[in-house]
């Protein structure tokens, strides 16, 4: 892992060749400070299994908007897909008893853009249609309704999504394992775990919006079993094989912001 970098370094971006930003050199850590705005909304997000797969920038490019930069660590693209369930979700005048539950899965990979580090969705699915069509509508995210089921044992845990129009599907079975903790910055969990901003084409501009919960305490996760399509269904076709980085997050409460012109 990267050796902890010095503030300096994290608040005082250098250009390299060719005009982008040395990732090693964005700022980091302003993301995670609670903006002074009211939030738009709450979510609760629990048991969190993040799966990484380290990737050629040049299998990622073609998929994301041409004014992000993609984000590297190392010189590697990283795609992600994050499996967890939801609740308390709201918007900030809804009362809590009316809040949704869902079970929600994401691919995304890691961008930036003017020096901001965050999230590019190539897709979400949710077992909510309420949730689904809220999402495409308001903020174009690239939203699926599919049928989804997490069965948590004492010692493991099995999430299955199928999803309902174009097929693909995927089946995780994983072991809680040792406590991690928060991540450092400069280290590849930090990279990966700790992102605040997400970006999205919206109505003609690319718009971005902030997040903000603690830092993640995370631990080790094992796979026991893994198959999957929803990467393939996303554009990457040459995904194969069991993902090498597996983080589990028993769960954040979070504030979500308005959504603006990045």
Sequence with gaps: MSNLLSQASLRNPVPTAGGEIAAAELDRLTPSVRPAEKPRGYQRWRSLLFLHWPLPPEQLRPLVP????????????YLGIVLFAMEGVRHRWWP???????LEANVRTYVHHKETPGIYFL?????????TWGARTFWS????????KMSAGEEETTYSIQRSRSGPHLRARYRVGEMLGASEPGTLEHFLLERY?????????LCKAQVHHRPYLAEQATLLEFEGQLGTAAGLHQLGGDPPLVHFVEGVDTEVFRLQTA
């Design 66 to 77: 041409a004014e992000l930069s993609l984000d590297l660590h190392d010189e590697m693209a």
């Design 123 to 131: 897709s979400l699915d949710a077992n909510s249609r309420l949730a």
């Design 96 to 102: 809590e008893p009316f809040s949704m539950q869902f």
């Design 141 to 148: 995210l690239p939203y699926h309704h599919a049928r989804m």
């Design 197 to 205: 901003w997400l970006f999205t084409p919206h109505r003609g501009q």
